[in-house]
C-alpha cells in the first residue's frame, strides 16, 4: 500500500498525505479486531475479519471436524486475496478482499494449533506449537521484504508492482489447502464423536505402528480417558463461560489480551503491512 504504483493505481496520490495514511490504515486494520476508522471513503467503518474468524472457527471445528474447517478457512484466504488482485483500482475491493481473507485467516490461526496439538507425539506436541507461532510472525517479516523487493526491482509504471505481492500471498494458501487435502482428520476429534476405531486406525497411520503396539495402546487408553473425564464433568455453556473469570484464568486471560492489544497499538503491524 505505501507503492507509488499502489497509490496512482487506487487515486489516493491527488489527496492530502494525512487522508491517505488513513485509508490506509483501514486497509491494514481489517485484518485486526475491534479496529474503527472514521474518514471520507463511503466504507465508513471497517471492521476486521480475523476477530470473526477466529470465533466462527471453533463451533465449525467441533461440528464438521478440524479438517474440513482447515479447508474452508484456506479456501475463504484464497477467495479474499484473489478479491483483491482482481480489484483494479477499486478500493472497495481491497476492503472486501481484506475482511474476507481476514476470515481465513482468522479462523486458519485457531483450528490449525488445535489440529496439531492433537495429531503430534506429547514428547514434540510444544516444540511444534511453537514453531507454528515462529513461522506466523515470521510471515510479517517475509511480506515486509517482499514489498521492499517489489519496490526496488519491479517498474513503478506497471500494476505488476503491486499485484505480484498480493498475489505472492496466495501460494501459502494454496499450500495450506493441498497439504490439508492429504492430511488425515484429527483422531482426537474422531474420539470426542465415539468413532475409537477411526481414531486408532489414524493414530496407527500417523505413527507408522501396529495397533497392537505398547505405544497406540497407551495413547489410546489416554485419550478414552480423557473424553470420559470430559463426559462426566460436562458443563452448560453458561457455567464454562464463567470459568474465564475464575482466579488464575483471568489472569492468564488479561495478559493475553494486554499482549494482543498493545502489539496493535504500537502500529509496528501497520508499519510492516504497509
Not at 31 to 38: K, N, S
Not at 58 to 75: N, Q
Not at 255 to 262: E, Q, S
Amino acid at each position: 500500500m505505501a507503492l507509488n504504483s499502489f497509490i496512482r493505481d487506487f487515486g489516493m496520490d491527488g489527496i492530502a498525505k494525512t487522508n491517505r495514511d488513513t485509508i490506509q490504515g483501514n486497509i491494514v486494520s481489517t485484518f485486526q479486531a475491534g479496529t474503527l476508522c472514521f474518514y471520507t471513503h463511503p466504507i465508513h467503518l471497517t471492521r476486521s475479519g480475523c476477530f470473526f474468524g477466529a470465533l466462527t472457527a471453533f463451533p465449525f471445528a467441533e461440528r464438521i471436524g478440524r479438517k474440513k474447517t482447515m479447508m474452508i478457512a484456506s479456501t475463504v484466504f484464497l477467495l479474499g486475496g484473489t478479491l483483491m488482485n482482481a480489484s483494479q483500482g477499486n478500493l472497495d475491493m481491497i476492503y472486501g478482499g481484506r475482511a474476507v481473507a481476514g476470515l481465513g485467516i482468522g479462523a486458519s490461526s485457531m483450528v490449525v494449533p488445535v489440529y496439531i496439538s492433537e495429531t503430534a507425539p506429547p514428547s514434540i506436541r510444544g516444540r511444534l506449537i511453537g514453531i507454528f507461532e515462529i513461522a506466523s510472525q515470521g510471515g510479517g517479516m517475509v511480506g515486509f521484504w517482499i514489498n521492499y523487493a517489489a519496490d526496488r526491482t519491479i517498474n513503478v509504471e506497471g500494476q505488476a508492482q503491486w499485484t505480484i505481492p498480493l498475489a505472492i500471498q496466495l501460494i501459502p494458501g494454496i499450500l495450506l489447502l493441498l497439504g490439508v487435502t492429504w492430511c488425515p482428520e484429527s483422531p482426537r476429534y474422531l474420539a470426542k464423536k465415539d468413532d475409537f476405531e477411526g481414531a486408532e486406525k489414524i493414530l496407527e497411520r500417523i505413527r507408522g505402528l501396529d495397533s497392537s503396539h505398547a505405544y497406540i495402546r497407551r495413547e489410546m487408553s489416554e485419550i478414552r480417558a480423557q473424553i470420559e473425564e470430559r463426559s462426566a464433568n460436562r458443563q452448560g455453556k453458561k457455567a464454562q463461560f464463567m470459568k474465564l473469570f475464575q482466579k488464575g484464568v483471568r489472569n492468564r486471560m488479561a495478559v493475553g489480551l494486554a499482549l494482543m492489544f498493545l502489539q496493535s497499538f504500537t502500529g509496528v503491524r501497520l508499519s510492516i503491512c504497509s
